[in-house]
């Protein structure tokens, strides 16, 4: 097995992968006040300030990674798919972070 040299679409896929996460919190805390009629405000608070909300609001974001995933995939873009997986694993240190800290 060759192992591939990092490329600019690496990259790409990284940065897409840590963005589209970061945009997406505020939509998947709008849509769980949606659902259980709670205030954006009281939700955004509680994740802002306790740390489990804050893992479970994180960690379901994250699941927004799979779209992009899937479409590069599909495209036969397997360098930027790469970037997206190594994207979301690198979330994974700073949710251990607040979890056991």
Sequence with gaps: ?????????????????????LVFIPVVIFVITW?????????????????????KIITISIISNLIWFYFFLNKERFNIAMGVILATIA?????????FF
């Design 1 to 21: 097995m060759k192992i591939r040299k990092w490329t600019r679409d690496h990259t790409k896929g990284l940065l897409i992968g840590i963005i589209t996460p």
């Design 35 to 55: 659902l259980q009629n709670y205030y954006f405000e009281q939700l955004w608070h509680k994740f802002t300030l306790n740390n489990q909300y804050h893992i």
């Design 91 to 99: 979330f994974a240190p700073y949710i251990l972070y607040i979890k």
